[in-house]
């Protein structure tokens, strides 16, 4: 039987990804110095006291737009890499099929993502979460690339055509992308890779 504790939590829960999804909306929209507290409450149509009771400074607020964003996308590529049977050689194109993915059904996630790693060139407290997002994709790409140095170079340059995609005004070559991923992926694959087993991220080790 669900206590009034456990329906106290779960509404905060609830009301913390509200104004989660408002602010990754904000940051997509209108880049990351538009995250403020009042913005989000106008997003999700609630008081600026909500916001700050669950996000009490501007960092916090940012941080955990960062996080929720990344770990919704990162994970998401999680599940798709361990529903191949744990084939290793699927992962240059369940990759390439997700950066499509990503600029076309989650363009408004992966916007927010990409404008907050931008802001961490600025913001040393968001430089831990995009070491952890980086790293997940990395984790993700290794059992391919052979080893870990492989998988963070990878990493990085698929990162860099999706942003290339989402800043460019002209029409997104979506089978370009795709192709682009995946050969990446491949060129990049060690002569003689590491055996490794297939990991859901949060369940790894650090």
Do not use: W
Request: glycine share 8%.
């Amino acid at each position: 039987m669900q206590t009034e504790s456990d329906g106290r939590l779960a509404r905060g829960a609830a009301r913390r990804n509200l104004l989660l999804d408002a602010a990754v909306r904000v940051v997509a929209r209108a880049g990351s110095g538009s995250l403020t507290h009042r913005a989000v409450a106008s997003e999700a149509q609630v008081s600026i006291a909500s916001v700050t009771y669950h996000f009490p400074s501007i960092g916090e607020l940012r941080r955990e737009t960062l996080q929720y964003a990344g770990s919704s996308i990162g994970l998401e590529l999680a599940d798709l890499v361990l529903a191949a049977t744990a084939r290793v050689d699927d992962i240059p194109e369940i990759c390439a099929r997700y950066a499509v993915r990503l600029v076309v059904e989650r363009r408004v996630e992966t916007a927010a993502v990409f404008e907050l790693i931008v802001a961490a060139a600025h913001d040393e407290d968001l430089r831990p979460v995009v070491a952890v997002y980086n790293g997940m994709l990395a984790n993700l790409l290794m059992p391919y690339e052979g080893d870990q140095g492989r998988a963070q170079t990878v990493g990085a340059a698929i990162q860099g055509l999706l942003l290339v995609q989402l800043a460019s005004a002209f029409p997104i070559d979506l089978a370009g992308l795709g192709e682009a991923v995946a050969d990446l992926i491949r060129r990049y694959r060690a002569k003689e890779p590491v055996a490794h087993g297939l990991d859901r991220p949060d369940q790894q080790d650090n």
